[in-house]
């Protein structure tokens, strides 16, 4: 939870917020489960946050909460307080890992030590002449401090191997949560979250590298929702990102930005080029009759609005962003089902 409201839930205010929370789940006819639950408290508890701002879209546009959808807006909006729980655990087990490991290596230094002490003492009682017994005890003597040694060293790589397994068995796990944080729980695409990090990361490399951006959105989504059900707009949405998902390899990039819009982005192409892969893209999905899968009713062909910018020496993201929006409106205002490229807009201007 956000610091703010996990400071509220801790306070006097927290049975009110808490009463808030069910009551306008109730007014919303969403279920009280224990994901939604944590998803109103921070809606109402930061309503101008980011969670609380698109919840509130949501809403205002009649949009069912589905458990996808709810599941979608925690991955999104709250994947860092799950992430730090994870990787608190996780550096809790690498901790007691490194401590066995550091004690049995202590051990093991100890017995290297009295080994040399051992090997120092024979050395120097074998500078005088020995009777047979006395050489039969240094002999032992040896025997047993080397076979101590071995034994120890024996255990040391033992719990060596061990530990090295454990810690790849972390690393795996902490990538996996890394991957879950960062991918949108609906579609498998990559979330905001992810994309927004991606796109940033792009515009500051880019140098003279072209770099294209694209957004797109479903022509006329809310008639799916409204007319046949959330889960067959889950589907609609499921559809739209398995045909981004097998056009766009990395290091192309495609996103779930948010409802039913997604953000793509292509590093090294220049508007152009990716003009031509989104009308590509554009026909794919527009060239199906989908059908509902409860009933098998047909749903009629679904179609994409899109817009695209090239980065612009000087371009932030937020600018480049901004500029795609632009011409997605633009595609919209023209009648849906096409693709706008921002440049031939600002030169029309």
């Not at 807006?73 to 655990?89: A, Q, T, V």
């Not at 087990?93 to 230094?109: C, D, G, H, K, P």
């Not at 120890?152 to 795996?172: C, D, G, I, P």
């Not at 990716?274 to 009933?295: H, K, Q, Y």
Request: with cysteine; hydrophobic share 40%.
């Amino acid at each position: 939870m956000t610091a703010q409201v996990e400071t509220t839930l801790r306070g006097p205010e927290a049975f009110s917020l808490a009463r808030q929370a069910l009551e306008a789940m109730e007014a919303a006819r969403v279920w009280p489960t224990p994901l939604n639950f944590e998803l109103w408290l921070h809606y109402l508890g930061n309503p101008d946050g980011p969670l609380g701002v698109e919840m509130k879209r949501l809403m205002d546009a009649g949009t069912p909460f589905t458990e996808d959808l709810s599941e979608m807006l925690m991955s999104e909006y709250l994947p860092r307080g799950r992430l730090s729980d994870e990787i608190r655990d996780a550096g809790l087990m690498l901790n007691r890992e490194l401590t066995n490991v550091a004690e049995v290596i202590a051990s093991a230094q100890s017995s290297q030590a009295e080994y040399g002490q051992t090997l120092a003492q024979a050395g120097a009682s074998m500078e005088t002449p020995l009777a047979p017994e006395e050489i039969k005890r240094l002999v032992g003597d040896l025997t047993t401090a080397t076979s101590k040694v071995h034994r120890e060293n024996a255990t040391l790589e033992k719990r060596l191997e061990a530990s090295t397994r454990e810690v790849a068995q972390l690393r795996q796990h902490l990538e996996q949560v890394r991957r879950d944080a960062m991918t949108d729980a609906l579609t498998n695409l990559a979330n905001r979250k992810a994309f927004d990090e991606e796109l940033d990361r792009a515009c500051a490399s880019a140098g003279k590298t072209p770099l294209t951006l694209a957004v797109l959105d479903i022509d006329h989504f809310k008639r799916f929702n409204d007319t046949w059900g959330h889960q067959t707009g889950d589907q609609v949405l499921r559809y739209v990102a398995s045909v981004l998902g097998r056009t766009l390899r990395s290091p192309r990039v495609a996103a779930r930005y948010g409802g039913e819009e997604f953000t793509l982005l292509f590093p090294g192409e220049t508007a152009g080029m990716v003009e031509t892969v989104l009308n590509t893209i554009r026909e794919e999905i527009g060239s199906r009759s989908l059908r509902r899968r409860s009933t098998n009713d047909d749903l009629g062909a679904v179609t994409v609005s899109i817009g695209l910018a090239q980065k612009l020496p000087g371009d932030t993201a937020v600018a480049l962003m901004g500029r795609a929006d632009e011409a997605l409106y633009a595609s919209k205002r023209a009648g849906r089902n096409r693709v706008t490229c921002a440049r031939k807009l600002e030169t029309a201007a």
